[in-house]
Each structure stands twice: as structure tokens, then as C-alpha cells.
């Protein structure tokens, strides 16, 4: 418990003993925590260059390490990087209906690939969670003209957020208020 407060307090005296560590014993997963510690403090570059170290260094094709890669490079706005990751995983059990699924469909429309982004972006309409990627998905709808569509997801989400417990209105309050404004100019 101290240790973890201490990394609260300084960041980068966890980053320290991580690379002392891996300076220590040059291994698979003590690359994935330097660089899971990195993607942490928001060092996305460094992140993702020890994320493909630790890819380039094993053999397997590891679905935790893409995933965390997909989201540092969606901090940075690399989408071309994010689509050519997400398809070597988009087979993958685990990348249906997730956020990475999600952020691959968001690269895909930045990129023009309208249509496949359409495909990834509706798998996170999934009732009683997701709230804020499913606002985002309602905004592309428009931005399609697929006003209908957007519709019924908003009010579906302004019923949701009704019927929320405490802890997740905190938490959503400013996505279901954003989802009330929406759906009132439509």
C-alpha cells in the first residue's frame, strides 16, 4: 500500500524501479509493465515503443499489448497505425464489442472507410453501458444522416441514465445531459 501511494505521489519513481528492473532481467513482461507504466502518466510515445519492443521480442501476437498500443496510439491521433494493429486482432474473441473495437471504427472514419467504421462503431450499442462511446456514435450517425438511427439510440440512453444508480450518474451525468441536448434538437 505504500508503494502504491508513493506512485501516486510520484510517477516517475515508478518508472525508475521499472526500468531498473528491466535493466535487471530484460524480459517480455517487464517490458509490458514499463510500458503499461508509461501509458499510465500519459508518456503515450514511450509507451508504444516499449509495447513494440515487447512484441518484436516474442513470438506470440499478444491481444493485451496490441489493445494497450491502439489506445496510446488513439491519444495521439495516429489512426493509421491504430487500423493496421486493429486488424491483426479484430479476429479475436476478446475484440468484439470493446473499446479497441470501437477505436478502430473511429480511425476508420477518420481515414474515409465510412462504411467499415459504421460496422465497428455500431457493436458498442449495448445497453446500460458504454455511455459515452455510444454518444460519440450517435454524432456520427449524423454526421451520416442517419437521423433515426441516432434517435432511438439517445433516447434509449436518456432512459438509461433515468434509471442509473448514484456512483454511474457522477460518472455519466455530463454524457446524459450532452444525450438530452442532442435528442431535444432532433
Given at each position: 500500500m505504500t508503494s502504491e501511494i508513493t506512485n501516486i505521489i510520484n510517477p516517475?519513481?515508478?518508472?525508475?524501479?521499472?526500468?531498473?528492473?528491466?535493466e535487471f532481467s530484460e524480459s517480455y513482461q517487464n517490458r509490458v509493465n514499463l510500458a503499461d507504466a508509461y501509458l499510465?502518466?500519459?508518456?503515450?510515445?514511450?509507451?508504444?515503443?516499449?509495447?513494440?519492443?515487447?512484441?518484436?521480442?516474442?513470438i506470440q501476437n499478444?491481444?493485451?499489448v496490441i489493445q494497450k498500443m491502439i489506445e496510446a496510439f488513439h491519444k495521439i491521433?495516429?489512426?493509421?497505425s491504430i487500423v493496421i494493429y486493429a486488424e491483426q486482432i479484430k479476429t479475436h474473441?476478446?475484440?468484439k464489442k470493446s473499446r479497441t473495437q470501437f477505436l478502430y471504427g473511429l480511425a476508420l472514419e477518420k481515414l474515409g472507410r465510412v462504411e467499415e467504421a459504421e460496422e465497428n462503431?455500431?457493436?458498442?450499442?449495448?445497453?446500460?453501458?458504454?455511455?459515452?462511446e455510444r454518444l460519440i456514435y450517435t454524432n456520427f450517425l449524423l454526421?451520416?444522416?442517419?437521423?433515426?438511427?441516432?434517435?432511438?439510440?439517445?433516447?434509449?440512453?436518456?432512459?438509461?441514465?433515468?434509471?442509473?444508480?448514484?456512483p454511474n450518474k457522477r460518472l455519466y451525468g455530463n454524457t446524459m445531459t450532452e444525450a438530452e441536448k442532442l435528442l431535444a434538437t432532433l
Open positions: 516517475t519513481k515508478k518508472i525508475k524501479d521499472l526500468e531498473k528492473q528491466l499510465e502518466i500519459g508518456d503515450d510515445q514511450n509507451a508504444i515503443e516499449n509495447y513494440k519492443e515487447a512484441l518484436d521480442g516474442s499478444d491481444f493485451y491521433g495516429d489512426d493509421k474473441n476478446e475484440f462503431l455500431s457493436a458498442i450499442d449495448i445497453r446500460f453501458s458504454f455511455y459515452d454526421s451520416i444522416n442517419k437521423k433515426e438511427e441516432a434517435k432511438e439510440i439517445l433516447e434509449s440512453l436518456v432512459s438509461e441514465g433515468k434509471h442509473m444508480t448514484k
